[in-house]
């Protein structure tokens, strides 16, 4: 009889140690479980970040296109504010000119005793004027030579 005894508890054993594998078995089941399904997500991740990744580089180039397109627009209209701005230099000039002539002739016109009674109402324009709007328009020819030239080098 004793034999019988040790054999159960053996069988006991194996059947604890059993119902024990089991257990571990269905805990590491829903850990495998797990696992996939986070797989699953992280997977559906990367091809959002993939799909995100795409979408900022179509911007980039986009955004790129628009700068370069904005650029040559800024230029021409930079060219021709220059332009404008010469011509307008040159009008100041011719206006001043005339202007000289206008007081030569209208102090030419007044009779002698009437010049020399009112000589504030007379224009006299200031001499100086004339080499600083000649100097102004060297100067503004001068800048837009070298911004031609920096344009030249730059491209």
Known sequence: MSGMPLGLVIEGAVAILLALTIGYCVVLNGRLKRLHADRDQLRQMVTDLVQATDLANRAIRELKTTAVETDLVLKGRLEEAERFGIELANHVTAGSAVMDRLARIAS?????AERESAPSQTFTPAEPS????????QAALEQLASRERARGQAA
Do not use: F
């Open 108 to 112: 030419a016109a007044r009779p002698p």
């Open 130 to 137: 004339r080499p600083s709007e000649a100097s102004r328009l």
